[in-house]
Structures are given as structure tokens and as C-alpha cells.
T-cell receptor, first 116, second 113 residues
């Protein structure tokens, strides 16, 4: 049981390049999230998904796209990377059952992205 | 709307000192409250949680009590260790918007021997 895994762990891009970050979870969780973490700003929600085939915007969605084609995977895409997207990206998942607000999020180890 | 406010860091303590990290919240409903810990180079891990007023969450010597009257969820530990050095995040989940978490900005703790 690996929990939440993220690929890659590190990446350096040039401005204008594109890339996809992969998040995978093996806990059969319905909800999945993408956050970015920047110094002094905590975690900010980029996009999230409440189930396979569904996605929604979070607090800072601009410049990112997501897809949830399979329940266990949640992909975050950067179509044209900008230096402002230099950050650490975290994926999380959450069980939908029971009283949702009681259920914690489980986090991956993060992807450190630098855009030059 | 929903928000979480944490005390500013960084916090530096000597080993065996008492720790308090303040957290207050604003929520539209009756939220569940969480403390997460992030060790260097890692993702966030759940430390403890409380799901209703007056509940006390506890784990690894850390405690936090859900205080509805003061909208607070302060994290405490009686005797910190060097291994507690990490960043601590307070968070809430509001049943009115149950699919999202709201995080504080994090408080960095360094414990020196």
C-alpha cells in the first residue's frame, strides 16, 4: 500500500515548455486535489476532483489544466510554463464516505518544479 | 467565508520546552479541524483532528482542543524534542463546502538541543 505517489520528484523547465505531473493513489479515494506550496503562503488549491471524469477549479487555477480519466490518477498539466509557476506541488486524496468533513486528506511527497 | 489564521513563525525552542502554536478559524458551518505536520522534504501528514466542539485531538504528545466559543484550535505539547522540528499547518473542513480544505500558512518550529 503505497498511499499517494507523485511523479516526478524534481523537474526544471524553461519558460514556455509544457509538462504533466502525475499523482496516483491506491486507497480507492474518490476525492483528489492539487496544491501548490510557496514560502509564506501555505497551501493553495489549484484544482480538485470529486470523482472519475470530474474536475473543478480551486483558488489558483490559471495556467494549469487537470484530468481524472481513472479513479486512481489525477494529472496536472502546465501548457506553457512561466517562472511564477516555480513551486512545490502536492497532490492529496480523500475518502468520500461517512461524514466527509471528518475525513482527512492524504498527501503525496511533492514535486519540486523550477521554471527558468 | 472560510479561513484559518496561524501564529507567525518561525518558532525556536529548546528541547523539553512547552510548545503552543495558535490557530483561529472562520467558518460558515460547524467545521472539522486538523493539524498537519510537514517534515523537511516531505509531504504533509495528519497529526491530529477534532470533529466537534470541545473534542480534544491528541497524537505523539501533541494536543489540541476544539473551542467553538473562541473559534480556536491551538496546538500544544508539554515537552518538545529535536525530532519535532517541522512546519505545522492548521486546517479546517467545513461540511457546507465539504470537498475542500482550508489551510493556514504554516508555522515553522525548530527545536535546539
Amino acid at each position: 500500500n503505497a498511499g499517494v505517489t507523485q511523479t516526478p520528484k524534481f523537474r526544471v523547465l524553461k519558460t514556455g515548455q509544457s509538462m504533466t505531473l502525475l499523482c496516483a493513489q491506491d486507497m480507492n479515494h474518490e476525492y483528489m486535489y492539487w496544491y501548490r506550496q510557496d514560502p509564506g503562503m501555505g497551501l493553495r488549491l489549484i484544482h480538485y476532483s470529486v470523482g472519475e471524469g470530474t474536475t473543478a477549479k480551486g483558488e489558483v487555477p490559471d495556467g494549469y489544466n487537470v484530468s481524472r480519466l481513472k479513479k486512481q490518477n489525477f494529472l496536472l498539466g502546465l501548457e506553457s510554463a512561466a517562472p511564477s509557476q516555480t513551486s512545490v506541488y502536492f497532490c492529496a486524496s480523500r475518502l468520500a464516505g461517512g461524514s466527509l468533513s471528518y475525513n482527512e486528506q492524504f498527501f503525496g511527497p511533492g514535486t519540486r518544479l523550477t521554471v527558468l | 467565508g472560510n479561513s484559518v489564521t496561524q501564529m507567525e513563525g518561525p518558532v525556536t525552542l529548546s528541547e523539553e520546552a512547552f510548545l503552543t502554536i495558535n490557530c483561529t478559524y472562520t467558518a460558515t458551518g460547524y467545521p472539522s479541524l486538523f493539524w498537519y505536520v510537514q517534515y523537511p522534504g516531505e509531504g504533509l501528514q495528519l497529526l491530529l483532528k477534532a470533529t466537534k466542539a470541545d473534542d480534544k485531538g491528541s497524537n505523539k504528545g501533541f494536543e489540541a482542543t476544539y473551542r467553538k466559543e473562541t473559534t480556536s484550535f491551538h496546538l500544544e505539547k508539554g515537552s518538545v524534542q529535536v525530532s519535532d522540528s517541522a512546519v505545522y499547518f492548521c486546517a479546517l473542513s467545513d461540511p457546507n463546502t465539504g470537498n475542500q480544505f482550508y489551510f493556514g500558512t504554516g508555522t515553522s518550529l525548530t527545536v535546539i538541543p
